[in-house]
């Protein structure tokens, strides 16, 4: 691949180009986006909703493209033309699987898009494990990468208790207070001095010990919520753009929302490299990578289950490799295009913590989810009858309407069932 | 006991899509039950409906609940307790017919599937489909009957037409091409019912069994006869345990109250003034957009404005004199125009198709006839439009107009200069870029977001509004609602959304408007900016007849557009144009009118194994006209010559690997034997005899297989003594048969291939297709598992291939998720594969080293005798077999463009997938085009004989990579065309389609796409192609016009006369880029 298929991002531009950021779970990337900032990285979340971003994207991506590629590329061009941005100064950045998924074309997607708009000497910026393309000026070290893989951590602990205190919360909005707290709290000391970031990365388990105390400490009431967890295509699974909301409609329906944590996605990257070589016979090397990572990885969700456990008062994810585990009857680790075999092992995990309601979502047509999502809900019920599943397709015009009627057909049959 | 007092009085309200269902109980008698259409005024209805039982009601205070998709929406506002619908109807079918197995109910725009026997699970339609009542009635607006008439007709009929179910807007489009076709009525309406059926069973119970009793819920179901019989004859049942019960209407409203029964009591007065809150407190969730009109004064300058682009209108009865006529019968409406001799218009006719077209035309001509009487002579009548070919069989026309350029010729009278033109008709969307005064490329929507015309007036119509009124109230409304942009099963319940926030209906009809243009704009044309449009814009077709329409896209675009007064007669008019170079008329006479006699039947057509389904309309004359067919076969045009066409060319090929005789197996393919296989056969006799090899083939795979094997069998065993491997002739299977064949007879194994797919084989495995959205080739696949079971193997194979072959030039060489693991889905899908052995193994096909070593492991599992060594060896024969087939294709190719050079033929590349030459998935589109005078070559034939062009996107698949290849050969040979097709639901093809398109563009090549999905519906791909010839025809018309004009001026003498010539030299001097036969050995 040529570098004049694309826009490099140079070193000259990392000084004094804004690189925006595609919203999706925005608590996660505001602290990565705190994180990188200490590397010198000017980043901005873009934090756009409403119509204009999905007319933006239909007039400049082909239409019968999956949804998020649709949604982000329009919140980049409706970011770009909204003024707040000079365009001659501003990248963007997105991350790429590098996958047999179309998920994987997305950036050129973007980069075709920003020529239609005559915008194409705006940089895109593939963040990527493969390094599918160089950029002089985005450049992470190890180092770097396993502290964003840290802040990812972070962000899915406070993430996952978010989730269990919201429904119980007596004074509404405490939780979410407490999460912008830690968020800065934590941005500020992964942001600081290289010194300070290395004390609260020594000191680690008091840190998760401290944020897991100060959410016990919230005022709760005893209810006994109905528990939905959700699982599918990452992005509409992540992003309220992207899926109308749907935490927030679960919440108002009195349910509990139980959603594995993004690091996953990204162990399950990294476990797919280890079998790429053990499948396929590829890359050895990158697959020792991987393989150290992977364990890294594993070990530190282990490290911080054990502080959920110890302190007592909320549910722990499961470690990873007990979500491998679960996997290992139902659909064959080789699936690794999309969400692939995690997408089930999801649904498994969770039906394992007891979580039986579950809302498969998938933009309209998803090519994986017709396999794993679409394909594996028959013989994931057959032997687990008690689960109760549905599945949602988000669109641009899908309406909320049909979504929250099939929605709540799910919800009345987990009360019946409860 | 609280409890049971309270549901001594209760009270359901089930508001749906289109009716209100309220049912009271008392003392556990049902007391009042009341159903009626709310046409929208949800709030009204009900409490219309309430206040009829007031007394009731008023006597004591009751529980109540509220179901429905509409109730919804009401409950939100109201505050009034909400249960969801399915929920109510499974709770109240356990009280009332608790021996129930299974419930079916279907609603104005919701279909559902209940279990109670083995696990209660209920099911709901996704946002994709369209089987359901609101269906039922678009048909039957369609046929023009009330929904007893079509129920009545259904017990009529006498054959069943495959009909999409999926959604209402290709079930359109089937049944236009029906009607067109000629079909009767009866077996339209029984053959929409089935469609009703298929979606349920397919969408809904996705390969669970409907045991036991089985209740039929919801209006359509209580009220159509017809649709319970087709479900019992479906599924096999009879009248005893698959009842239609008395409330069947009220099932959702009596569960609903049910459900109420431990709620908060509510007196009538509190429960009305909480339904009226709803008025108050109505408000826009959702965006809306600016009205279309500011104020009166600014309407009237727009009609003003477009009212100066007309056609002098002449009477017929004062004028004397010559006259042309234009027909043009499109798949919604029939237009008919005469025009004078200085253009003016003497008389038109535009009306909606109720049934056959022929008569309609036939009527108006006896009228055409009858006023011009001896004063007027009609010199010239072509006719255009879906019918074309039909009015010119029926009324002898002097000729036929394709579509696009009858409407070209119509735009330029309006406006010379036209550089774009959009015609938004009744089911399609069609728009033209001009460029050096000819169609420069075409663009029609695709059957997924067609129909918008005809959605508007559906919508009109079930509004209680004709289609003009509907529209005259977007153009005053004050906040249009934003309805999106897609196919129009979406906009149902966008309006549903609307509506539910209390949107007025001025708003929707505005909004709906926008939509239609957005529609265009977005998904049909994808213009960024309305300057890639150009400057003269006409814009025709009747939907844009519509003020709100029209304005819509002015708005949409921020330019203004020439509107003819005459936009929904344009095809006509350009028809009558056009007929304008004739002296004098083959027309019918006014006496030959009187005598005309029409017609039609349908007979399948045994000239060869895909058995079209044809329809022969018959005349007076003793003329007649066959449509339905695929090949010129049924026609008797045997002496007409059969061009390459490498589709044919590679079935065959499958089929003779399949049928065992060695071709493909080993390296010895003699390259000689390929190009005599190929060339094709001019003398008739030879052509039948190729046809019956052909013929042969295919029934050695399909029919007659289980009859033919008992003798080969025996042979087999013989040879194979590991036994019988079974392979799907399906996705990968068509690319990699020859390495699997190779390999496994190597082994030991006797392979046995799966036909080539039909319509049948798809049916049979339909019921365990999990996602109703895939692609077509993959819910084909379950077909080809239950028939290899059927024949007895016991051990299938489809390997989960994550890459593909590493053809080189591309970033990657993945499959597509569903090639790659299909096999997931069949294991976890198909019961009957738990009794079998199905190896779906990992594999990685790019080195012998890894593909014996995996494949052994996976072999190993079923026959622990297998060796290691074995394997490498049979893994060396297959690869030696599938780089033989892979050259041989290569050089079928090279054959075909040699052919076609020497023959001064044009070239075509059908551009797909290898399994798009499955001759169900592409329907004969490739017989089509042969017909058509093109050569046919498949992408990688020829991928080889050009570079990988700079790409703009990431090229990660090895089948995708040769697309980009193959539209590079297109582009470096004016000869060559490219046609892609695209599978309905193939993901990927929204980035390769755009690529191959921009790639094709940049070098001024036309660029098609075709989508292709379960339906048979060749009318509107032979439009296309029919444009594209004629677009290829007019560039190269201009082409030499030029020349000749260069000519002129320079003075070159060698420069070419004629289009002809200049495509000969072209020819030639392309064969120099093109390596010969024997580089390549």
């Known amino acids: ?418 | 006991m609280a409890e049971a007092l309270h549901f001594n009085r209760a009270l359901g309200i089930d508001i749906g899509s289109t009716t209100v269902k309220v049912s009271l109980t008392c003392g556990g008698q049902i007391v009042f039950e009341r159903y009626e259409r709310h046409l929208s005024h949800i709030q009204d209805k009900t409490i219309e409906l309430l206040e009829q039982a007031s007394d009731l009601l008023a006597a004591a205070p009751f529980t109540v609940a509220l179901s429905g998709s509409a109730g919804l929406g009401l409950s939100e506002i109201s505050g009034l307790p909400f249960v969801q619908e399915v929920y109510a109807t499974g709770e109240i079918v356990k009280q009332l017919e608790p021996d129930t197995g299974a419930v079916i109910e279907l609603g104005g725009e919701d279909a559902k599937v209940i279990f109670f026997a083995g696990g209660t699970d209920a099911r709901m339609n996704g946002s994709c489909a369209g089987g359901t009542g609101a269906f039922i009635d678009q048909m039957a607006a369609l046929l023009d009957m009330t929904i007893p008439e079509l129920d009545e007709a259904s017990f009529r009929a006498e054959r069943i037409y495959p009909i999409a179910s999926r959604c209402g807007v290709f079930a359109k489009t089937d049944v236009q091409a029906l009607f067109n076709q000629g079909a009767g009525k009866e077996d339209v309406a029984a053959s929409i019912y089935q469609a009703v059926v298929n979606q349920t069973i397919v969408g809904l119970a996705q390969g669970r069994q409907l045991q036991g009793k089985l209740l039929f819920l919801g209006g359509p179901l209580y009220y159509c006869a017809g649709l319970r019989r087709r479900f019992r004859e479906t599924l096999q049942r009879d009248e005893t345990d698959c009842i239609c019960p008395d409330y069947a209407l009220f099932a959702v409203a009596r569960g609903a109250a049910y459900l109420s029964r431990n709620l908060e009591p509510y007196t009538y007065d509190r429960l009305i003034e909480s339904i009226r809150r709803t008025d108050e407190k109505s408000h826009y969730e959702r965006g809306f957009v600016e009205p279309l009109f500011t104020d009166a004064e600014e309407y009237r300058n727009f009609r003003e404005r477009h009212e100066q682009d007309n056609v002098v209108e002449r009477s017929i009865e004062d004028y004397t004199g010559r006259a042309w006529l234009g027909i043009d019968s499109g798949s919604t409406t029939t237009k008919l125009v005469l025009i004078s001799e200085d253009q003016e218009l003497l008389y038109s006719y535009y009306c909606v198709n109720r049934g056959s077209p022929v008569e309609i035309v036939l009527e108006q001509l006896r009228e055409i006839r009858r006023l011009c009487g001896d004063r007027i002579e009609i010199c010239g009548a072509a006719s255009t439009g879906y019918g074309e070919a039909l009015m010119q069989h029926a009324f002898h026309t002097d000729a036929g107009v394709v579509e696009t350029m009858a409407h070209y010729t119509a735009a330029r009278f309006f406006q010379p200069e036209v550089d774009f033109i959009l015609d938004i008709g009744g089911q399609d969307i069609k728009c033209f870029y001009i460029k050096n005064g000819a169609i420069d490329s075409i663009m029609l929507n695709e059957a997924c977001s067609s129909g918008c015309g005809s959605f508007l007036e559906t919508f009109a119509h079930a509004m209680g509004y004709e289609a003009d009124e509907f529209a005259r109230l977007g153009i005053k409304a004050k906040a249009p609602v934003d309805l999106g942009s897609r196919c129009t099963v979406f906009m149902n319940s966008s309006i549903k959304q609307a509506q539910r926030e209390g949107a007025s209906l001025a708003d929707i009809a505005a909004g709906l408007s926008i939509s239609v243009v957005k529609n265009a704009l977005y998904k049909v044309i994808r213009a960024g900016s309305p300057d890639e449009l150009g400057e003269h814009i006409v814009v025709q077709g009747g939907t844009l007849l519509n003020d709100a329409v029209l304005r819509a896209l002015e708005l949409e675009l921020g330019r203004d557009v020439i509107r003819p007064e005459i936009a929904g007669l344009m095809g006509a008019f350009g028809a009558a144009l056009v007929a304008r170079q004739f002296g004098s008329s083959n027309l019918l006479s006014e006496a030959e009118l009187a005598e005309f006699r029409h017609e039609s039947s349908v007979r399948i057509c045994r000239g060869c194994t895909n058995h079209c389904t044809l329809t022969v309309n018959r005349f007076a004359d003793g003329g007649r006209y066959i449509s339905g067919n695929q090949c010129q076969k049924p026609l008797g045009l045997d002496a007409c010559e059969e061009l390459p066409n490498l589709y044919h060319w590679k079935r065959e090929r499958l089929l003779a690997l399949a049928a065992g005789s060695g071709a493909g197996t080993g390296a010895g393919m003699d390259a000689g034997a390929d190009a005599k296989r190929l060339r094709p056969k001019r003398s008739g006799k030879q052509e039948g005899e190729l046809a019956v090899t052909t013929d042969r083939a295919l029934g050695r795979m399909s029919e007659q297989m289980p009859e033919q094997r008992p003798g080969r069998m025996a042979e087999q065993r013989r040879e194979s003594p590991r036994g019988r491997i079974g392979l799907p002739t399906t996705l990968s299977t068509y690319e990699l048969a020859p390495l699997w064949q190779a390999l496994f007879t190597e082994l030991g194994y006797e392979v046995v291939f799966s036909p080539l797919s039909t319509r049948r084989i798809y049916e049979q495995g339909q019921l365990s297709i999990p996602s109703d959205t895939i692609c077509y080739p993959a819910k084909v696949m379950h077909g080809h598992i239950e028939l290899l079971l059927e024949q007895g193997l016991e051990l299938l194979f489809y390997p989960s291939l994550t890459y593909n072959i590493d053809e080189g030039g591309s970033s990657n060489h993945f499959n597509c998720p569903v090639v790659a693991y299909y096999g997931e889905v069949l294991q976890g899908n198909l019961d009957a594969l738990k009794s079998v052995k199905f190896l779906y193994p990992y594999l990685n096909i790019n080195s012998a080293g890894q593909l014996t070593r995996t494949l052994y492991q996976a072999l190993r599992e079923v026959d622990p005798t297998i060796a290691r060594s074995e394997v490498r060896r049979a893994v060396r024969a297959g690869y030696a077999a599938l780089s033989a087939e892979r050259a041989a294709v290569r050089r079928a190719g090279e054959e075909a463009v040699r052919y076609a050079r020497r023959h001064h033929k044009r070239i075509m590349i059908l551009a797909g997938r290898p399994y798009h030459v499955d001759p169900e998935i592409c329907h004969g589109i490739d017989r089509l085009a042969s017909a058509l005078g093109f050569v046919i070559v498949t992408e990688d034939s020829v991928a080889h004989l050009a570079e990988l062009p700079q790409l703009q996107i990431l090229n990660q698949w090895t089948y995708h990579s040769r697309l980009y290849q193959a539209a590079q050969f297109a582009c470096d040979n004016a000869d060559v065309e490219l046609v892609q097709l695209v599978s309905f639901g193939c993901g990927i093809d929204a980035i390769t389609s755009d690529e191959v398109k921009r790639i094709l563009e940049s070098r001024g090549k036309l660029y098609t796409q075709i989508k292709i999905d379960d339906i048979n519906n060749l009318g509107a791909v032979r439009i296309r192609l029919r444009s594209l010839l004629g677009a290829l025809e007019a560039k190269d018309a201009a082409a030499c016009r030029q020349q000749r004009d260069g000519d002129g001026r320079s003075g070159q003498g060698e420069k070419l006369k004629d289009a002809d010539t200049s495509r000969k030299q072209r020819a030639g001097e392309l064969k120099r880029t093109l390596p010969t036969a024997s580089s390549w050995r």
């Open chain 1, 1 to 418: 691949m040529t570098s004049d298929y694309y826009v490099q991002f140079t070193p000259e531009m990392k000084e004094e180009y804004t690189i925006l950021v595609p919203s999706m779970l925005n608590g996660h990337f505001e602290l990565v986006i705190e994180f990188l900032g200490t590397y010198g990285y000017k980043m901005e979340l873009l934090t756009g909703q409403g119509k204009e971003i999905v007319d933006l994207g239909l007039r400049y991506v082909h239409n019968d493209t999956c949804y998020p590629a649709i949604l982000v590329i329009g919140q980049f061009l409706h970011a770009l033309r909204s003024g707040k941005y000079d365009p001659q100064k501003t990248a963007l950045i997105y991350f790429q699987t590098g996958g047999g998924c179309r998920a994987t074309n997305y950036i050129s997607l973007l980069r075709k898009a920003l020529i239609k708009a005559e915008l194409e000497f705006v940089p895109v910026i593939s963040l990527s494990l493969l390094r599918l393309e160089e950029h002089p000026g985005f450049k992470l070290n190890i180092r770097q990468f396993m502290g964003l893989f840290d802040a990812l951590l972070y962000g899915d602990l406070i993430y996952s208790l978010v989730n269990q205190t919201k429904p119980y919360e007596i004074n509404a909005g405490d939780a979410d207070a407490l999460k912008q707290r830690w968020i800065k709290q934590l941005g500020d000391a992964l942001g600081a001095s290289a010194k300070n970031r290395d004390r609260i990365l020594r000191h680690r388990k008091e840190t998760y010990r401290k944020i897991i105390d100060d959410f016990a400490a919230i005022p709760k009431q005893p209810r006994d919520a109905i528990k939905v967890g959700i699982v599918g295509e990452i992005y509409v699974k992540f992003s309220p753009l992207g899926n109308n909301n749907l935490e927030d409609f679960l919440l108002g329906e009195g349910a509990e929302v139980v959603v594995p944590g993004l690091l996953d996605f990204f162990i399950y990257c990294l476990y797919n490299s280890i079998l790429d070589y053990k499948y396929y016979g590829r890359d050895f090397f990158f697959h020792l990578l991987s393989r150290a990572a992977f364990r890294y990885l594993c070990n530190k969700k282990r490290e911080m289950i054990k502080v959920m456990e110890e302190e007592g008062s909320f549910r722990p994810p499961a470690p990873f490799e007990h979500v491998i585990a679960l996997n290992k009857d139902y659909i064959s680790f080789g699936v690794k295009m999309g969400e692939g075999w995690l997408l089930p092992a999801e649904i498994l995990e969770l039906a394992d913590s007891g979580v039986n309601n579950i809302v498969c979502v998938q933009p309209f047509g998803c090519l994986p989810n017709h396999i794993v999502g679409k394909g594996m809900m028959r013989p994931i019920k057959e032997r687990n009858p008690d689960i109760n599943i549905v599945a949602i397709d988000y669109d641009t015009s899908a309406t909320s309407v049909n979504q929250e009627n099939r929605l709540k057909l799910m919800l009345a049959a987990a009360r019946l069932a409860d």
